[in-house]
Every structure is written in structure tokens, then in C-alpha cells.
């Protein structure tokens, strides 16, 4: 039984590192370098004091309705206090003189039997103000994706570079063996060997230039989103995109929310102005108690009820609902400023990639014919019809038009997913 036991445990420890390795060499997404420089960058710390400074705030407005105890005391002196005189006097009888010092100690229990609902439309101005925080946050999280789209199709274009300089090693090899023979043969100079060999050390420094940038570019991907990428780290190239037309952008949420944050800021103007009733208990101690004709230290209470309504707010009410009205206006000037910045934009965009589709369908063409005067410059090479310099020339134009290619696809595919970020097509 424990043999089984530890066969099946050293089996589930195969799996499970066979399922780590398994995702350690696949291939980096874009869509997971978004959500990792999201969750790696440290503003994303941010939404959790919003929360919590929502929390606390709605909390303490709740509260509003528990009641409220107040302790307060005084101490005074007066110049002149309350007499009682009679225009005659009468024998054995004498008033009491109250005293000029006088004090006091006691505490009020407050509770709230009608605010005008004040309490519950704080709460949701906080959550309102919570909810235009967290927008902003949003806002400014979503420009990582054109952070990410830098680094990561820059890696891609360096891979296709790569790849490409190998193929101009090939056929710089292919003429310098056919050039080889001509010298062994006597029939060519050894400078003409050495031309291409010359060309071909080019070729392996371009190499190691474009690996340093793409190392470089791997590093700083990695710090974007917090994982260590090496040189043997691959990124899966995307898919080709089609966006739509639409705008979903969280900018246009942050517009609602702030206009949600006006429409309980109107609110609160009515409720300010609504009147508010309480239930009231006092009871202290002093010197005079609520009998002024005692000049002794006496306790005393007083319960009731207590109505209190404020009409000054009537005088700026309209002023008030004026400058929320003016608040409105802006955002919404700011909201079609937005809009209209983003349709430019992605006009712009779209132009780019109907350029580039149009650029690549004669990169094709261009291609096929320099591959094929390459091959012939190769035969002739070989035949001694042509030197080695007109050979480099048409295997470097071959190169660049292949380099075109690659430039003007990966431009394509980033004008796409530009556009994509745009119009913020993948929100989910």
C-alpha cells in the first residue's frame, strides 16, 4: 500500500512539472503581456484604497443614523442677574438672590427620526466619487496596451530581422563557395572570396546588433509585466485583427460616472434644504438648575422633540443647480473632444492599414522578381560572366525587398491591434 502510495505521488509530481515546463516554453500572448502589465503595474494597488476609502466613508455616513451624544459644559459670570423686588416690603418675607457665577455640565442624546434623507444620499455620493476613482484608474491602466504594443511586435519585427539576415547568410555562403571554386581553378582572384567574406562578417554583426535590441526589448517587456523573459523566451505572434467602428474606451465610462457623481450632487441640494426632526434627551447638573429661583446646584433634564429647517440654502439654490449645470456641460464638451479625437485617430489608422496591405501585395511581387535575377546573378557568377560586387548587389537587393516585407507586416499587424486599443475592441 505505501508503494502505491509513493508511486502515485512521484507520478503527480511528474505531471506537475511536466505541466510547469509545458508553460514555461509557451509562447507569450499579447493578450497575457496586457494582463500581466496590468496586474504588475503599481498604480493597480490603487483600486484597493478606493475601495476601502468607499467602504469607510459609506460606514461613517451610515452612522448618521445611530444617535448622537454630546457632552458640554460651561462656567460664566454675569454682571447682573434676575431680582425680585417688590415696591413694599414685607416683614419675614425675603426673595432669594441668585449668584452672578454660574455652571453648568450635561450631556444631549440626539436621534434622528426624519433627515430628509440625508444619511442614505451621502452614502451614495461616496460610492459615486468611488466609482469616478476607480474610471480614472482605468484610464490610465488601459495606456499600458500601447506600452505592450511597442515592446512586444518590436521583439516580433527583431525575430523576422533575424530570420531573414540567416537567409542573407545562406546565399552570401552559396557565392562565396561558387567563387571558392573559381579561385581554386584559377580562374578568379582570391579578393573576390574575400569581398564576400567581408560582406559575410557584416552579416553576422547585423546578427548581433539585432539580438542585443531584441534581448534589450525582451528585458524591458519583462519589468512591464513582472516576469523574467530570456533570449530563448518566445512571443506567439497574433493573429490578424478586424476592428469594428465602435467606441467602448473606458474613458466614456469615467464621462457616466462623473455624470452619475452630478446627478447625487443635485440630490444633496434638495435634501439640504428639506426639513430634519429629532428626538432629544438633556439632562446635566448646575447652579441654577432650570428653577431659577434656586440658587443651589441642582440636576435637571429636558426630552422632546426638535424640528430644524434651514431656508438660507434657498438663497443660493439656484446658483448651485447652475454650476452643476456648467459641471455637466464640461464633461460633456470633454466627452465629444474624446470622441472626436478618437474617430481621427482610427480614420488615420485605417488609412495606415489599407497602406500597408496595398505596400505588401508589391513587396510580393518584388520579392519574386529579385529572387529570381539573384539565381541568375548566381549561375553567371558561377560561369564568370558577372563579379562578385554585382552579385552582393543583387543579393542585397533581394534582401531589402525582403526587409520591406517584413517591416510592412509587422507594421500592418500593430496598425491593427493599434486600432484595436483604439477603439477599445478587447475591454471585456
Given at each position: 500500500m505505501i508503494n502505491k502510495i509513493k508511486i502515485g505521488?512521484?507520478?503527480?509530481?511528474?505531471?506537475?512539472?511536466?505541466t510547469g515546463a509545458f508553460a514555461q516554453d509557451r509562447p507569450l500572448t499579447i493578450r497575457e503581456a496586457y494582463q500581466l502589465a496590468r496586474k504588475n503595474y503599481p498604480m493597480i494597488r490603487q483600486q484597493v484604497l478606493i475601495d476601502k476609502t468607499r467602504d469607510y466613508s459609506v460606514s461613517n455616513a451610515a452612522k448618521g443614523y445611530l444617535p448622537q451624544l454630546a457632552v458640554q459644559g460651561q462656567a460664566t459670570y454675569q454682571s447682573a442677574v434676575t431680582e425680585f423686588k417688590l415696591p413694599v416690603s414685607i416683614p419675614g418675607v425675603e426673595f432669594p438672590s441668585i449668584s452672578k457665577d454660574q455652571y453648568k455640565v450635561y450631556g444631549e442624546v440626539n436621534q434622528t427620526i426624519y433627515d430628509g434623507g440625508n444619511v442614505r444620499t451621502q452614502a451614495h455620493s461616496y460610492e459615486a466619487n468611488a466609482a469616478v476613482e476607480s474610471q480614472k484608474l482605468e484610464v490610465e491602466l488601459y495606456k499600458l496596451n500601447e506600452r505592450v504594443n511597442q515592446l512586444f511586435f518590436g521583439v516580433l519585427m527583431l525575430d523576422e530581422q533575424l530570420k531573414q539576415n540567416e537567409l542573407l547568410k545562406k546565399d552570401i555562403n552559396l557565392g562565396?563557395?561558387?567563387?571558392?571554386?573559381?579561385v581554386d581553378n584559377g580562374t578568379a582572384f582570391k579578393s573576390n572570396a574575400n569581398t564576400l567574406k567581408a560582406e559575410l562578417l557584416k552579416a553576422d554583426q547585423r546578427t548581433i546588433d539585432l539580438g542585443a535590441s531584441r534581448k534589450a526589448y525582451l528585458e524591458m517587456l519583462g519589468l512591464l509585466i513582472g516576469r523574467e523573459l530570456t533570449d530563448s523566451d518566445g512571443l506567439q505572434r497574433p493573429a490578424d485583427l478586424v476592428s469594428g467602428t465602435d467606441i467602448s474606451r473606458p474613458e466614456l465610462k469615467l464621462y457616466e460616472a462623473q455624470n452619475r457623481s452630478l446627478d447625487i450632487q443635485s440630490q444633496l441640494l434638495d435634501v439640504r434644504n428639506r426639513p430634519k426632526l429629532n428626538f432629544f434627551f438633556q439632562g446635566g447638573y448646575g447652579r441654577p438648575a432650570l428653577n431659577i429661583l434656586?440658587?443651589?446646584?441642582?440636576?435637571?433634564?429636558?426630552?422632546?422633540?426638535?424640528?430644524?429647517?434651514?431656508?438660507?440654502?434657498l438663497y443660493t439654490i439656484k446658483k448651485d443647480r447652475e454650476l452643476i449645470r456648467n459641471n455637466r456641460d464640461a464633461i460633456q464638451l470633454q466627452r465629444e473632444t474624446f470622441l472626436f479625437n478618437t474617430n481621427l485617430a482610427a480614420r488615420q489608422q485605417h488609412a495606415e492599414l489599407d497602406r500597408f496591405n496595398q505596400?505588401?501585395?508589391t513587396d510580393n511581387e518584388i520579392i519574386i522578381l529579385r529572387e529570381s535575377i539573384k539565381t541568375t546573378a548566381a549561375a553567371q557568377l558561377e560561369n564568370g560572366v558577372i563579379n562578385t560586387n554585382d552579385f552582393l548587389r543583387e543579393v542585397n537587393a533581394e534582401d531589402q525587398a525582403r526587409q520591406n516585407k517584413i517591416l510592412h507586416g509587422i507594421q500592418l499587424l500593430m496598425s491593427q491591434y493599434n486600432l484595436d486599443n483604439t477603439l477599445g475592441g478587447h475591454i471585456e
Amino acid at each position: 500500500m505505501i508503494n502505491k502510495i509513493k508511486i502515485g505521488t512521484l507520478l503527480w509530481g511528474l505531471v506537475l512539472a511536466f505541466t510547469g515546463a509545458f508553460a514555461q516554453d509557451r509562447p507569450l500572448t499579447i493578450r497575457e503581456a496586457y494582463q500581466l502589465a496590468r496586474k504588475n503595474y503599481p498604480m493597480i494597488r490603487q483600486q484597493v484604497l478606493i475601495d476601502k476609502t468607499r467602504d469607510y466613508s459609506v460606514s461613517n455616513a451610515a452612522k448618521g443614523y445611530l444617535p448622537q451624544l454630546a457632552v458640554q459644559g460651561q462656567a460664566t459670570y454675569q454682571s447682573a442677574v434676575t431680582e425680585f423686588k417688590l415696591p413694599v416690603s414685607i416683614p419675614g418675607v425675603e426673595f432669594p438672590s441668585i449668584s452672578k457665577d454660574q455652571y453648568k455640565v450635561y450631556g444631549e442624546v440626539n436621534q434622528t427620526i426624519y433627515d430628509g434623507g440625508n444619511v442614505r444620499t451621502q452614502a451614495h455620493s461616496y460610492e459615486a466619487n468611488a466609482a469616478v476613482e476607480s474610471q480614472k484608474l482605468e484610464v490610465e491602466l488601459y495606456k499600458l496596451n500601447e506600452r505592450v504594443n511597442q515592446l512586444f511586435f518590436g521583439v516580433l519585427m527583431l525575430d523576422e530581422q533575424l530570420k531573414q539576415n540567416e537567409l542573407l547568410k545562406k546565399d552570401i555562403n552559396l557565392g562565396i563557395g561558387k567563387v571558392q571554386v573559381l579561385v581554386d581553378n584559377g580562374t578568379a582572384f582570391k579578393s573576390n572570396a574575400n569581398t564576400l567574406k567581408a560582406e559575410l562578417l557584416k552579416a553576422d554583426q547585423r546578427t548581433i546588433d539585432l539580438g542585443a535590441s531584441r534581448k534589450a526589448y525582451l528585458e524591458m517587456l519583462g519589468l512591464l509585466i513582472g516576469r523574467e523573459l530570456t533570449d530563448s523566451d518566445g512571443l506567439q505572434r497574433p493573429a490578424d485583427l478586424v476592428s469594428g467602428t465602435d467606441i467602448s474606451r473606458p474613458e466614456l465610462k469615467l464621462y457616466e460616472a462623473q455624470n452619475r457623481s452630478l446627478d447625487i450632487q443635485s440630490q444633496l441640494l434638495d435634501v439640504r434644504n428639506r426639513p430634519k426632526l429629532n428626538f432629544f434627551f438633556q439632562g446635566g447638573y448646575g447652579r441654577p438648575a432650570l428653577n431659577i429661583l434656586s440658587n443651589g446646584f441642582d440636576p435637571y433634564y429636558i426630552t422632546g422633540f426638535r424640528l430644524n429647517w434651514s431656508l438660507s440654502g434657498l438663497y443660493t439654490i439656484k446658483k448651485d443647480r447652475e454650476l452643476i449645470r456648467n459641471n455637466r456641460d464640461a464633461i460633456q464638451l470633454q466627452r465629444e473632444t474624446f470622441l472626436f479625437n478618437t474617430n481621427l485617430a482610427a480614420r488615420q489608422q485605417h488609412a495606415e492599414l489599407d497602406r500597408f496591405n496595398q505596400l505588401l501585395n508589391t513587396d510580393n511581387e518584388i520579392i519574386i522578381l529579385r529572387e529570381s535575377i539573384k539565381t541568375t546573378a548566381a549561375a553567371q557568377l558561377e560561369n564568370g560572366v558577372i563579379n562578385t560586387n554585382d552579385f552582393l548587389r543583387e543579393v542585397n537587393a533581394e534582401d531589402q525587398a525582403r526587409q520591406n516585407k517584413i517591416l510592412h507586416g509587422i507594421q500592418l499587424l500593430m496598425s491593427q491591434y493599434n486600432l484595436d486599443n483604439t477603439l477599445g475592441g478587447h475591454i471585456e
